[in-house]
């Protein structure tokens, strides 16, 4: 081991491992034949895997045990190093380890929120009702319908027309007119549609105000901004629970993740029972263990998946969040600089950063041009990896095109949307990680340009295929070809 004065750390160290990432040189075949590299802008869905996480992964997999236990050499440093990648955790969202515990959840964000609805409706039955906001992602909607008596959405308006964050005068409205009842308020860090960025402290206050609890879904924020969950001044401003995920920050294959407040969790039996979390099981009784996080963990955990999350939040860390953000930023500006340069884009929520700060991600449309043939476009021809359609945010993503939608096709009901309204109901999104250069942003800006100025020719060469995507009438890539699980047993085993 070297001694930690040789080491690199900040811009010094963003600048050694920001190509570090395995994919960021995938080659593809592209319509006309060449190889050219993948530019992967889809990192909202799930970033690319940080190499020295998967290293030092394997590494550790030498010593591979189950946890529980320190008797044997390597129950010991499985356990002991699984123990770290929690401590790491909590230290890195800022949450004091005497407070808080840190537990793994499922694959991704969707798991924790459930988990957490769960446990805030039965820690205080007698308030039914949570609060979100119209911007959230389906899965900080969709647990709390179904858990929860009662959900408000509240409006996006903002501060400012074009921030189109949430509205703190209307939440603090909901939450004074359900007063008594509100649970909760469980809001998104940063919206994956458009990255605009909610101020969470003050959501924060203002629930703590009326006697309400505050969760937030951290999926696109904890990769890119710095965060903080405690603050010993300012209780208010403090956070009781937040969820993100592993496959979103770096380490596709990770777990998701709960950081939440100890006195919430252990006023009720735990969520989820089984091997782990128990002192003595009886055939009448069991004795649930005191300690945390072992009482939120039933069962055996990903433990290889837990300890490349904490490798790569100890890298970030190293790197310094606020050192990142202002480095991603750089990309972020000269993106919605660039866009907003195009007349024929129409770039949801403010293109100003310093109005409408985001992280990540910017959802845009090319006036009169489906999302779906854009993104197909971008990848066929360009070799761009983009999402489309309404990223798992429906009300959201309506709220921004409802005007355009009305103009075209009236009132829309949920049963009767054709299938031309879902070609044109949706957006194109570009999103980003701390491997996305400037190069990338111009050369998606020059695809965008090039599609603007020969819409005619690229789109005579598509169809729409029965799952209303466009497809390329002559272009198939044959992507089994390409990597198969079989094939890269027999290519192992040769
Ligand atoms: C804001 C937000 N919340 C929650 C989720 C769900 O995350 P997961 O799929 O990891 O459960 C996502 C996924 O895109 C998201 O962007």
Request: hydrophobic fraction near 40%; proline fraction near 4%; aromatic fraction near 8%.
């Amino acid at each position: 081991m070297r001694s930690s004065e040789a080491l690199l750390t900040g811009k010094s160290l963003l600048d050694k491992i920001r190509a570090d990432f395995i994919g960021l040189d995938t080659p593809y075949e592209n319509v006309q034949g060449e190889k050219t590299r993948r530019i992967y802008l889809d990192s909202t869905a799930s970033s690319l895997m940080f190499r020295p996480a998967a290293k030092i992964t394997t590494k550790f997999l030498a010593h591979y045990s189950n946890t529980h236990s320190k008797l044997h050499h390597s129950a010991n440093i499985s356990t002991t190093v699984y123990d770290w990648a929690h401590a790491r955790i909590l230290s890195f969202v800022g949450a004091d380890p005497e407070i808080y515990t840190c537990f793994f959840t499922g694959a991704g964000t969707t798991s924790g929120i459930n988990r957490m609805a769960r446990v805030f409706r039965d820690i205080k039955p007698d308030k039914n009702t949570a609060i979100i906001s119209i911007m959230e992602h389906h899965s900080n909607d969709l647990p709390h319908r179904k858990h929860m008596q009662r959900v408000i959405h509240v409006p996006v308006e903002g501060l400012d027309e074009n921030r189109m964050c949430i509205s703190l005068p209307r939440l603090e409205e909901a939450l004074r007119k359900g007063a008594g009842k509100i649970n909760y308020v469980s809001i998104t860090a940063v919206s994956n549609v458009t990255g605009i960025i909610n101020p969470i402290h003050d959501i924060a206050r203002l629930a703590h105000k009326y006697g309400a609890l505050i969760m937030i879904d951290g999926a696109q924020s904890v990769a890119h901004l710095p965060t903080q969950m405690f603050f010993p001044d300012d209780p208010d401003a403090c956070i009781d629970a937040l969820v993100f995920s592993g496959h979103k920050t770096y380490t596709p294959g990770s777990p998701g993740v709960v950081i939440a407040r100890k006195d919430h969790l252990s006023s009720i039996e735990p969520e989820e029972v089984g091997g782990g979390m128990v002192d003595r099981v009886l055939e009448d009784r069991y004795l649930v263990k005191d300690s945390f996080p072992d009482r939120e963990e039933a069962g055996t955990p990903n433990i290889p998946g837990a300890i490349a999350l904490a490798t790569t939040i100890e890298i970030l860390d190293r790197i310094g969040m606020q050192t990142l953000l202002e480095e991603e930023d750089k990309v972020l500006e000269r993106s919605l600089e660039e866009m907003a340069a195009l007349p024929e884009l129409i770039v949801y929520g403010g293109t100003d950063h310093d109005v409408c700060p985001r992280a990540a991600s910017i959802s845009f449309n090319i006036c009169g041009i489906d999302h779906g043939l854009v993104a197909a476009i971008l990848n066929d021809h360009f070799n761009i990896a983009v999402r489309n359609q309404c990223f798992c945010a429906h009300p959201y993503v309506k709220e921004m095109m409802a005007e355009d939608l009305e103009k075209d096709f009236g009132t829309i009901e949920l049963g009767n949307m054709s299938a031309e309204f879902m070609r044109k109901s949706g957006m194109v999104r570009a999103s980003f990680g701390l491997y996305s250069t400037l190069e990338d942003v111009e050369f998606l800006i020059s695809a965008l340009k090039e599609i603007i100025s020969n819409i005619d020719d690229y789109s005579k060469d598509y169809s729409v295929n029965g799952d209303n995507d466009y497809i390329h009438k002559s272009y198939r890539p044959e992507h089994h070809s390409i990597f198969n699980v079989v094939g890269a047993i027999d290519d192992y085993l040769s």
